[in-house]
């Protein structure tokens, strides 16, 4: 069967060097091999993520670790900061582990803003808040850096931040933002197969950890850490992502981090200016494009082209390219087209004349 390449945002598409390192033969994981190979990337994905912290492993997806976050820090109330389907359901999945948790909703394609965060947070009630940095249903980035802000004044509340489809995309300093726990898949913008999940805690949410009764195992946060100290996960850990992972890891490195955000950037700017060139308009609220995903509008805003997503998608993986035709209750009055990962201006460049060719065909 020819493959189809992924341009989703989600699970991207992955290279063959790094399917060559994930298939490596196994090894023990609590033997030197792996314990050298863990201790080997730790520092790269300290600086990756400007932290002294150690990044913990968690070959789950994301969702163990956002689970996670709330089992290990929530005690009183967690604020859910909802602008789209990933951060909408952080409230759901808070009430499931039995916390009382409150939504601050905006209306999708809107940006969480420092000051609705700051008015919610005046209430004294509440000891946590999720935030998703780059909403991936709506193309969203949230001004992460004026929100973390309001650390300084409410220090005693947990800055939970999923960063799932921009982490590697751009640069977030986990230390110098205050943050207290960040975390992402890599499928997304690191490009690897789905299935691992990487995260960073701040000593203040490790001392709140300590403190949760019913953290349970397999999540808990201070397990990561004693075990992080060791090179080691608490449990055995596909072992295959971490090979995966140091290679791609190596690809950042011979790239240098800088020039991987700002290609990320410019690929994102070229997307949004091929929609326009196609009389499209954008879905996300001017000024807060994701920079890894381009979420198109069509008939979602007001104004601008709208066509047949679904024909359109068929057309495109006609040519081989699988585009996404919207998320939840936007599916077809939007589409998303992903430039995370390892693309490039010429294999963004092949999306684009796929795009054009499928509209001409759509007429
Ligand atoms: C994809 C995604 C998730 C969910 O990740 P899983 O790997 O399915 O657990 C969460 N948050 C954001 C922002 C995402 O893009």
Same mark, same amino acid.
């Given at each position: 069967m020819a493959h189809v390449k992924l341009h989703i945002p989600g699970p991207v598409e992955v290279s063959e060097k790094t399917f060559r390192a994930f298939c490596q033969p196994m090894i023990g994981h609590r033997g030197q091999g792996f314990k050298d190979l863990y201790a080997k990337i730790q520092p790269q994905l300290q600086g990756l993520l400007s932290t002294r912290q150690l990044v913990y492993l968690s070959t789950s997806?994301?969702?163990? $670790? *956002?689970?996670?976050a709330i089992r290990n820090l929530v005690s009183?109330? $967690? @604020?859910?900061?909802?602008?789209?389907a990933f951060s909408d359901k952080w409230l759901d999945v808070s009430k499931r582990c039995g916390k009382e948790a409150e939504a601050?909703? $905006?209306?999708?394609?809107?940006p969480i803003r420092a000051e609705e965060v %700051?008015?919610?947070?005046?209430?004294?009630?509440? %000891?946590?808040?999720? @935030?998703?940095?780059n909403e991936t249903s709506t193309g969203v980035m949230s001004p992460?850096?004026?929100?973390?802000?309001?650390?300084?004044?409410?220090?005693?509340? *947990?800055?939970? $931040?999923?960063?799932?489809?921009?982490?590697?995309?751009t640069k977030i300093d986990f230390d110098a933002l205050g943050l207290d726990v960040l975390l992402a898949g890599t499928q997304k913008a690191f490009a690897m197969p789905p299935g691992l999940a990487v995260f960073v805690c701040s000593p203040a949410a490790l001392a709140k950890a300590a403190t949760m009764k019913d953290r349970g195992y397999y999540f808990d946060f201070v397990e990561f850490q004693k075990n992080a100290e060791q090179s080691m996960t608490p449990s055995t850990p596909s072992i295959g992502h971490v090979y995966a992972l140091a290679s791609k890891l190596e690809d950042f490195a011979a790239e240098g981090l800088e020039n991987r955000f700002a290609r990320h950037a410019r690929l994102a700017?070229?997307?949004? %200016?091929?929609?326009?060139?196609q009389g499209f308009n954008l879905f996300p609220e001017k000024g807060y494009e994701s920079v890894t995903l381009t979420c198109v509008s069509n008939g979602a805003r007001p104004g601008g082209r709208v066509v047949d997503v679904a024909k359109l998608q068929k057309l495109v993986k006609d040519q081989g390219i699988l585009i996404d035709g919207g998320y939840?209750?936007?599916?077809?009055?939007?589409?998303?087209?992903?430039n995370m990962g390892d693309e490039t201006e010429a294999t963004m460049k092949q999306l684009y004349a796929a795009l054009d060719k499928g509209l001409g065909q759509l007429g």
């Amino acid at each position: 069967m020819a493959h189809v390449k992924l341009h989703i945002p989600g699970p991207v598409e992955v290279s063959e060097k790094t399917f060559r390192a994930f298939c490596q033969p196994m090894i023990g994981h609590r033997g030197q091999g792996f314990k050298d190979l863990y201790a080997k990337i730790q520092p790269q994905l300290q600086g990756l993520l400007s932290t002294r912290q150690l990044v913990y492993l968690s070959t789950s997806s994301a969702w163990g $670790v *956002m689970e996670g976050a709330i089992r290990n820090l929530v005690s009183k109330k $967690v @604020l859910n900061c909802m602008c789209g389907a990933f951060s909408d359901k952080w409230l759901d999945v808070s009430k499931r582990c039995g916390k009382e948790a409150e939504a601050l909703q $905006v209306p999708w394609g809107s940006p969480i803003r420092a000051e609705e965060v %700051d008015k919610k947070l005046a209430t004294g009630q509440f %000891d946590a808040l999720t @935030l998703i940095h780059n909403e991936t249903s709506t193309g969203v980035m949230s001004p992460l850096a004026e929100i973390a802000a309001l650390k300084q004044k409410y220090p005693d509340v *947990m800055f939970i $931040v999923d960063a799932v489809s921009s982490m590697s995309g751009t640069k977030i300093d986990f230390d110098a933002l205050g943050l207290d726990v960040l975390l992402a898949g890599t499928q997304k913008a690191f490009a690897m197969p789905p299935g691992l999940a990487v995260f960073v805690c701040s000593p203040a949410a490790l001392a709140k950890a300590a403190t949760m009764k019913d953290r349970g195992y397999y999540f808990d946060f201070v397990e990561f850490q004693k075990n992080a100290e060791q090179s080691m996960t608490p449990s055995t850990p596909s072992i295959g992502h971490v090979y995966a992972l140091a290679s791609k890891l190596e690809d950042f490195a011979a790239e240098g981090l800088e020039n991987r955000f700002a290609r990320h950037a410019r690929l994102a700017q070229m997307t949004r %200016d091929w929609a326009a060139g196609q009389g499209f308009n954008l879905f996300p609220e001017k000024g807060y494009e994701s920079v890894t995903l381009t979420c198109v509008s069509n008939g979602a805003r007001p104004g601008g082209r709208v066509v047949d997503v679904a024909k359109l998608q068929k057309l495109v993986k006609d040519q081989g390219i699988l585009i996404d035709g919207g998320y939840g209750k936007i599916k077809g009055t939007t589409f998303r087209l992903s430039n995370m990962g390892d693309e490039t201006e010429a294999t963004m460049k092949q999306l684009y004349a796929a795009l054009d060719k499928g509209l001409g065909q759509l007429g």
